[in-house]
């Protein structure tokens, strides 16, 4: 296939993608369409086309509707696939007209890093971001910001803040955040209390009616006294320590063996 | 830094080699001459000679080099060029262009093309009409090793005096040559050859073009075995990597090669500072600080290296605070340290109180250098580390505490968020305190006494592991020279076979040991 059929294939999705009610299915037939006329263009093996600007540019603009398609298609994989992809074009390209939703997406991945609890990748794609940027752009200050409350442990500020997404893509990974915090709440609460009222675990984790909570409870294998309306934790604390006889002997034995040989 | 580690402390080690020699004048040597003679040039008797002799001196230098060459290539004996190699820094001081050319001159037949080829680098400055003449039973080029160490000496010379794109030229047609070679003997020079390579394509900034040349290179020196040529470039590649924030390759890079155990104390340095970076990115900081540990400790202490230890030093402190602890004081004042560490200094100070407030501050007023130094990120996790720090010393000092004071303590937002911040400290073992939800205060729980549990039979163990471990190696790394004096032949033949035996058993209990762990 040709560029220009490439093109004018490329032009079609946009333009579906970006009408106010965009079929997504057409649109995935397009992007798989459009795959593999790129693969014909040989956009994987990128050996000598460096100067190539039109043909790359146009292969990272597909990309690029493809990871937007994905989550609105919520397809997590599928959004990693493509972002793996556009990381050469954004890295390795400097003499392409820089992308208008370059940092958008961006933010989409460490989000989505994020909501996953890939933590150490999400500070490696950190690191890839130019420094300029990290402060001042309000798209990838988000997940960073987010990034903080978690670790501090401020879910209160984590829950807050998905009123303020600066933009619509991102709530489909907030939502995913949501779930990962609460587990994260609540494997935080089981190490420190030994009991909690219901009500009162319902507010930590962000619950509202009593239904949910107790099949949260359920879940997490908490038990629960109906009569007090309290749950209580396992606790560890009775574990008793044996004495690791096997592995004594191994390391005496050991010992032994070195010193004879030294003396 | 980059070069920091490489220009080593050489000149101090061949002092002290050089009085050794003088000690046992009886089992002298060549090498042991020639750094006599290079350490004799270097202090103060070169003040007294003039420039001419000072000229001669050097090229009597080099003209010694070709000859430890020689020898190596013929005993297949590494170490005459490592010798060679690691007098590079002293001599780098006195090339100049003039030297170059007369070497280059002599030890060519006439009309040579490599001759032709590394004049032409120099430039038409460098030869005097007439000089050409002047030796004509001088050293000739018998072998490539010495080819090899003429260009790289123009290439060193071209570095010093930054002309980029003639190094670039001349470093890529060596590149070559030396890849088509392949001659175990080539290995130490081949590694150099490629570290200036890479140099000159940073100092121009053209550092992603080389990578495939390297990654190429790379493999085949694996596939042969060359340890020197393969520490080298795996360091070149992590700072390659490195140059453009490709943490996440430079993390495949590592986990897919192994470094070679016999590479050089200098690249063993670099390659655990690379580490140590790489480790404290993915949040391993326990990883991360043993590696910048290694990387302190392994590069020699001096001011040359300066570079080198303020950047792992600066990593190592924050690391250090990462993990939750304190750098002692000692090392902010070290006088080679001192000045750099500053802002650092001010950052250990803030997490150290646990005040947020004076962490911001801080951070504020030295970003520039964070930035410049690619600490900021690294820096900027440190914030919850100083929220960590405020909670345990509340824990410390108090026995039991109401969510509602360590909210006012620690300038936070609201109850709540203190007490998921507490919640969250306990999960990770920051603090041993239980939360009572309803009374709305944290409890902190007694000290375990440590001596109860395995813990002290596990860091017992492993201290004594080290102490055999040590020992072991330095069975292991002993030699037993052949031509010792006094020693008649079948005194050495019983020596090399009981090293032998012990070698052969220790390598025996260790594979023991190997089976032992898979039982456990």
Same mark, same amino acid.
Request: charged share 25%; net charge negative; hydrophobic share 40%.
């Given at each position: 296939?040709?560029?220009?059929?490439?093109?004018?294939?490329?032009?079609?999705?946009?333009?579906?993608?970006?009408?106010?009610?965009?079929?997504?299915?057409?649109?995935?037939?397009?992007?798989? +369409?459009?795959?593999?006329?790129?693969?014909?263009?040989?956009?994987?093996?990128?050996?000598?086309?460096?100067?190539?600007?039109?043909?790359?540019?146009?292969?990272?603009?597909?990309?690029?509707?493809?990871?937007?398609?994905?989550?609105?298609?919520?397809?997590?994989?599928?959004?990693?696939?493509?972002?793996?992809?556009?990381?050469?074009?954004?890295?390795?390209?400097?003499?392409?007209?820089?992308?208008?939703?370059?940092?958008?997406?961006?933010?989409?991945?460490?989000?989505?890093?994020?909501?996953?609890?890939?933590?150490?990748?999400?500070?490696?794609?950190?690191?890839?971001?130019?420094?300029? $940027?990290?402060?001042?752009?309000?798209?990838?200050?988000?997940?960073?910001?987010?990034?903080?409350?978690?670790?501090?442990?401020?879910?209160?500020?984590?829950?807050?803040?998905?009123?303020?997404?600066?933009?619509?893509?991102?709530?489909?990974?907030?939502?995913?955040?949501?779930?990962?915090?609460?587990?994260?709440?609540?494997?935080?609460?089981?190490?420190?209390?030994?009991?909690?009222?219901?009500?009162?675990?319902?507010?930590?984790?962000?619950?509202?009616?009593?239904?949910?909570?107790?099949?949260?409870?359920?879940?997490?294998?908490?038990?629960?006294?109906?009569?007090?309306?309290?749950?209580?934790?396992?606790?560890?604390?009775?574990?008793?320590?044996?004495?690791?006889?096997?592995?004594?002997?191994?390391?005496?034995?050991?010992?032994?063996?070195?010193?004879?040989?030294?003396? | 830094?980059?070069?920091a580690p490489r220009r080593s402390s050489r000149l101090n080690k061949?002092?002290?080699?050089?009085?050794?020699?003088?000690?046992?004048?009886?089992?002298?040597?060549?090498?042991?001459?020639?750094?006599?003679?290079?350490?004799?040039?270097?202090?103060?008797?070169?003040?007294?000679?003039?420039?001419?002799?000072?000229?001669?001196?050097?090229?009597?230098?080099?003209?010694?080099?070709?000859?430890?060459?020689?020898?190596?290539?013929?005993?297949?004996?590494?170490?005459?060029?490592?010798?060679?190699?690691r007098?590079?820094s002293?001599?780098?001081?006195?090339?100049?262009?003039?030297?170059?050319?007369?070497?280059?001159?002599?030890?060519?037949?006439?009309?040579?093309?490599?001759?032709?080829?590394?004049?032409?680098?120099?430039?038409?400055?460098?030869?005097?009409?007439?000089?050409?003449?002047?030796?004509?039973?001088?050293?000739?080029?018998?072998?490539?090793?010495?080819?090899?160490?003429?260009?790289?000496?123009?290439?060193?010379?071209?570095?010093?005096?930054?002309?980029?794109?003639?190094?670039?030229?001349?470093?890529?047609?060596?590149?070559?040559?030396? +890849?088509?070679?392949?001659?175990?003997?080539?290995?130490?020079?081949?590694?150099?050859?490629?570290?200036?390579?890479?140099?000159?394509?940073?100092?121009?900034?053209?550092?992603?073009?080389?990578?495939?040349?390297?990654?190429?290179?790379?493999?085949?020196?694996?596939?042969?075995?060359?340890?020197?040529?393969?520490?080298?470039?795996?360091?070149?590649?992590?700072?390659?990597?490195?140059?453009?924030?490709?943490?996440? $390759?430079?993390?495949?890079?590592?986990?897919?090669?192994?470094?070679?155990?016999?590479?050089?104390n200098n690249?063993?340095?670099?390659?655990?500072?690379?580490?140590?970076?790489?480790?404290?990115?993915?949040?391993?900081?326990?990883?991360?600080? $043993?590696?910048?540990?290694?990387?302190?400790?392994?590069a020699p202490?001096n001011?040359v290296t300066?570079?080198?230890?303020?950047?792992?030093?600066?990593?190592?402190?924050?690391?250090?605070?990462?993990?939750?602890?304190?750098?002692?004081?000692?090392?902010?004042?070290?006088?080679?340290?001192?000045?750099?560490?500053?802002?650092?200094?001010?950052?250990?100070?803030?997490?150290?109180?646990?005040?947020?407030?004076?962490?911001?501050?801080?951070?504020?007023?030295?970003?520039?250098?964070?930035?410049?130094?690619?600490?900021?990120?690294?820096?900027?996790?440190?914030?919850?580390?100083?929220?960590?720090?405020?909670?345990?010393?509340?824990?410390?000092?108090?026995?039991?505490?109401?969510?509602?004071?360590?909210?006012?303590?620690?300038?936070?937002?609201?109850?709540?968020?203190?007490?998921?911040?507490?919640?969250?400290?306990?999960?990770?073992?920051?603090?041993?305190?239980?939360?009572?939800?309803?009374?709305?205060?944290?409890?902190?729980?007694?000290?375990?006494?440590?001596?109860?549990?395995?813990?002290?039979?596990?860091?017992?163990?492993?201290?004594?592991?080290?102490?055999?471990?040590?020992?072991?190696?330095?069975?292991?790394?002993?030699?037993?020279?052949?031509?010792?004096?006094?020693?008649?032949?079948?005194?050495?033949?019983?020596?090399?076979?009981?090293?032998?035996?012990?070698?052969?058993?220790?390598?025996?209990?260790?594979?023991?040991?190997?089976?032992?762990?898979?039982?456990?």
């Amino acid at each position: 296939m040709a560029l220009t059929e490439v093109k004018s294939l490329a032009q079609a999705l946009s333009q579906e993608f970006n009408s106010a009610n965009p079929n997504l299915d057409k649109c995935g037939q397009l992007l798989s +369409q459009l795959k593999i006329a790129l693969i014909e263009l040989q956009y994987l093996t990128h050996e000598d086309k460096h100067n190539n600007v039109e043909e790359l540019t146009v292969a990272r603009d597909v990309l690029e509707i493809g990871a937007q398609w994905s989550v609105r298609k919520k397809d997590i994989p599928s959004f990693e696939r493509y972002m793996a992809q556009l990381q050469t074009y954004y890295n390795d390209y400097s003499n392409l007209p820089p992308s208008p939703i370059k940092y958008n997406l961006i933010g989409l991945n460490l989000l989505c890093l994020l909501s996953q609890n890939r933590i150490s990748d999400f500070h490696t794609a950190l690191e890839t971001i130019e420094p300029s $940027q990290l402060h001042s752009n309000p798209v990838i200050q988000y997940p960073i910001k987010l990034e903080q409350s978690l670790m501090e442990g401020s879910y209160n500020r984590v829950w807050s803040s998905r009123s303020d997404v600066p933009s619509k893509e991102y709530l489909f990974f907030i939502d995913i955040l949501m779930d990962t915090i609460r587990n994260e709440i609540a494997s935080c609460s089981e190490k420190a209390y030994t009991s909690l009222p219901l009500k009162d675990a319902g507010t930590l984790l962000f619950f509202t009616n009593m239904e949910d909570i107790l099949n949260f409870a359920k879940e997490r294998k908490w038990k629960v006294n109906p009569v007090e309306q309290k749950a209580y934790f396992h606790s560890d604390a009775d574990e008793k320590i044996g004495i690791p006889a096997d592995q004594i002997i191994k390391q005496t034995m050991f010992y032994a063996r070195d010193m004879d040989r030294i003396i | 830094m980059a070069e920091a580690p490489r220009r080593s402390s050489r000149l101090n080690k061949n002092q002290g080699e050089d009085t050794k020699g003088k000690d046992k004048s009886t089992d002298q040597d060549v090498e042991m001459s020639d750094t006599t003679e290079a350490t004799t040039a270097d202090s103060g008797t070169v003040k007294v000679l003039g420039a001419k002799e000072l000229e001669a001196l050097v090229i009597a230098d080099i003209k010694q080099h070709f000859v430890l060459f020689a020898k190596s290539a013929k005993t297949h004996e590494a170490r005459f060029a490592v010798r060679v190699l690691r007098s590079l820094s002293s001599l780098r001081k006195r090339l100049t262009a003039q030297v170059l050319a007369k070497v280059i001159v002599n030890s060519y037949t006439k009309g040579d093309e490599s001759q032709k080829r590394l004049l032409e680098y120099l430039g038409p400055d460098a030869l005097p009409a007439g000089a050409a003449e002047e030796e004509t039973t001088s050293y000739k080029v018998e072998t490539p090793e010495v080819d090899v160490y003429l260009h790289l000496l123009v290439m060193i010379y071209l570095l010093d005096q930054g002309q980029l794109e003639k190094g670039i030229a001349l470093s890529s047609a060596t590149v070559k040559t030396v +890849q088509e070679l392949n001659r175990r003997s080539l290995d130490q020079l081949a590694a150099k050859v490629y570290f200036y390579y890479a140099r000159f394509y940073e100092l121009s900034g053209r550092l992603a073009e080389i990578r495939p040349v390297l990654l190429n290179a790379q493999r085949t020196a694996t596939l042969r075995r060359d340890d020197d040529t393969q520490s080298t470039l795996i360091n070149l590649l992590l700072r390659n990597y490195f140059h453009y924030n490709l943490y996440d $390759q430079a993390d495949k890079l590592v986990s897919k090669t192994t470094f070679p155990e016999n590479a050089t104390n200098n690249q063993l340095a670099r390659y655990m500072y690379y580490l140590g970076r790489i480790k404290a990115i993915q949040l391993e900081y326990t990883e991360s600080h $043993q590696s910048l540990m290694q990387a302190v400790r392994k590069a020699p202490q001096n001011n040359v290296t300066a570079g080198f230890q303020q950047e792992a030093n600066k990593l190592l402190i924050i690391v250090q605070l990462l993990m939750g602890e304190i750098p002692e004081r000692s090392l902010f004042r070290q006088p080679v340290l001192r000045k750099a560490l500053q802002p650092y200094f001010q950052i250990t100070q803030a997490v150290r109180v646990g005040d947020l407030n004076k962490f911001q501050e801080t951070l504020a007023a030295n970003s520039n250098t964070f930035l410049a130094d690619k600490n900021y990120t690294l820096i900027l996790r440190l914030r919850h580390n100083v929220i960590k720090t405020g909670i345990r010393m509340i824990s410390l000092s108090y026995s039991r505490i109401s969510l509602r004071d360590v909210c006012l303590k620690l300038h936070l937002d609201s109850e709540e968020d203190a007490e998921y911040i507490v919640a969250k400290a306990i999960r990770d073992g920051v603090i041993d305190a239980t939360l009572d939800h309803e009374k709305g205060f944290m409890r902190s729980k007694e000290n375990v006494d440590i001596y109860s549990t395995n813990e002290p039979q596990h860091a017992f163990h492993q201290r004594i592991a080290f102490c055999l471990k040590l020992h072991n190696d330095s069975v292991k790394a002993m030699r037993f020279p052949l031509k010792a004096v006094n020693i008649d032949a079948a005194e050495v033949e019983a020596a090399r076979d009981q090293e032998r035996t012990l070698v052969q058993e220790i390598a025996e209990a260790d594979e023991d040991m190997d089976d032992g762990h898979d039982d456990l």
